[in-house]
Structures are given as structure tokens and as C-alpha cells.
């Protein structure tokens, strides 16, 4: 069966960190470009940062920069977003998006709040 499935949210104070993991079943991950998304409430969802297949190249969002990494291990055919330095803003459901020319899967959401 294919799928994505996340991990690593929670509750976390401003200015702390979280570590989201997004595992990959039934394809190879390394073939694939992987995108990161969030979703706040009453807000569209938009995108925060993508890496290509090579895991060479990487964008961002302008308000994550410099507080945010994607990677992805291919080896654990896994594919990580590292958030340091949250802010309250940054609360959402992160969702992680692996895609070709040809196909799209996306994970089920994983909850990061961000509160005092």
C-alpha cells in the first residue's frame, strides 16, 4: 500500500523546536521530490518548503527561512522538516507532499501548535 505517514508533532512553547518525519511505504522515496505544506485555521493551505529528488536543492517560504530544514533520508526512506525558533504563527496541521511528473501522495496531517 502506498502511503505517507507523519509524525513528530505536538505542543511546544515559542521559541522552541520540533523535528515532523514523513515515512514512506510502498515506493522510493529518493525518486521523488518532497514538499512540506501547512494549513492554519480559517487560512489556505500554503506551501513551506520542497527539496528535489537529488536532495540537493531546497526552497522556502520566506517566514520559515533560516528557522526551518527539509531533508530526506533515503536510506530510512524518510524525509524530515527541522523547526527551530517557533512561532506562534507557525501553528498549523503540517502536511508532507512526494510527487513526480506523474503522481502526487500526500500524508495525513500532523498537528504542531505553538503556545505559552
Known amino acids: 500500500q502506498v502511503q505517507l505517514v507523519e509524525s513528530g508533532g505536538g505542543l511546544v512553547q515559542p521559541g522552541g523546536s520540533l523535528r515532523l518525519s514523513c515515512g514512506a511505504f510502498?515506493?522510493?522515496?529518493?525518486?521523488?521530490?518532497m514538499s512540506w505544506y501547512r494549513q492554519a485555521p480559517g487560512k489556505e493551505r500554503e506551501l513551506v518548503a520542497s527539496?528535489?529528488?537529488?536532495?540537493?536543492?531546497?526552497t522556502y517560504t520566506n517566514s520559515v527561512k533560516g528557522r526551518f530544514t527539509i531533508s530526506k533520508d533515503n536510506v530510512k526512506n524518510t524525509a524530515y522538516l527541522q523547526m527551530n525558533n517557533l512561532k506562534l504563527e507557525d501553528t498549523a496541521v503540517y502536511y508532507c507532499?512526494?510527487?513526480?511528473?506523474?503522481?502526487?501522495?500526500w500524508g495525513q496531517g500532523t498537528q504542531v501548535t505553538v503556545s505559552s
Open positions: 507532499k512526494a510527487y513526480d511528473a506523474k503522481l502526487v501522495y
Open positions: 510502498g515506493f522510493t522515496l529518493s525518486e521523488y521530490a
Open positions: 527539496i528535489g529528488s537529488g536532495s540537493v536543492a531546497t
